[in-house]
């Protein structure tokens, strides 16, 4: 069964660091990753969609690795700002078929201070 | 702006309740899904559907049933609540087979069950 797990689980940098989450996951099989920011008692907002035959995807100041033989994956933010904090999770899509479903990690919970 | 809608953000309801949550997409997406968040469990996925009428259970059905009778609304129910199923819960919807499944989320229904 897949498992994705994501490391650290909290991260506290000041403003204007350049960080980076980290994503593993257990199956290789994998057709796409896809990176999420979720605020505090909101949804979740899709950053990035890494499909499972690119290597990275970028979004302004967001950049999002994919290394599927090794079941991992980065998301780098730049110049970190305050508007920054939230929780940033990453989901794995295993099959490509209709309907099917993301498996999440917990989460990293990113805190930037001005 | 494309949108997923819960037509509740709180609720509060008692043991034994039955409950109706309800999730309104107007992407056309043919996939919709109900997960449910609780602190260290990260989402969990309760039932899926890929068509009108089409439900799959997800990681955590128990206690949950599913309506989908129009390919815009999903519907999660509680037949009777209990105080385990007090949780966020958050409706996606995502393209149908052949198109990038990014999913679009809600923006989730706080149920609180005494």
């Known amino acids: 069964k897949q498992e994705v797990t994501q490391i650290p689980a909290a991260l506290s940098v000041p403003e204007g660091e350049n960080l980076v989450l980290n994503c593993s996951f257990t199956d290789s099989a994998i057709y796409n990753l896809q990176w999420f920011r979720q605020d505090p008692g909101k949804g979740l907002t899709s950053l990035l969609l890494?499909?499972?035959?690119?290597r990275e995807q970028t979004s302004g100041r967001l950049n999002a690795s994919l290394d599927k033989s090794s079941g991992r994956s980065t998301l780098y933010i730049a110049a970190s700002q305050p508007g920054d904090s939230a929780t940033y999770l990453c989901?794995?899509?295993?099959?490509?078929?209709?309907?099917?479903?993301?498996?999440f990690g917990k989460g990293t919970t990113l805190s930037v201070s001005s | 702006d494309v949108k997923v809608t819960q037509s509740s953000r709180y609720l509060v309801k008692r043991t034994g309740e039955k409950v109706f949550l309800e999730c309104v997409q107007d992407m056309d997406h043919e996939n919709m899904f109900w997960y449910r968040q609780d602190p260290g469990l990260g989402l969990r996925l309760i039932y899926f559907s890929y068509d009108v009428k089409m439900k799959e259970k997800g990681d955590i059905p128990e206690g949950y049933s599913v309506s989908r009778e129009k390919k815009e609304r999903f519907s999660l129910i509680l037949e009777s609540a209990s105080t385990n199923q007090t949780s966020m819960y958050l409706c996606?919807?995502?393209?149908?087979?052949?198109?990038?499944?990014?999913?679009?989320f809600g923006a989730g229904s706080r149920l609180t069950v005494l």
């Open positions: 890494i499909q499972s035959s690119q």
């Open positions: 989901a794995v899509s295993s099959q490509d078929q209709a309907g099917t479903a993301l498996i």
């Open positions: 996606a919807s995502s393209p149908g087979r052949g198109r990038a499944n990014v999913l679009t």
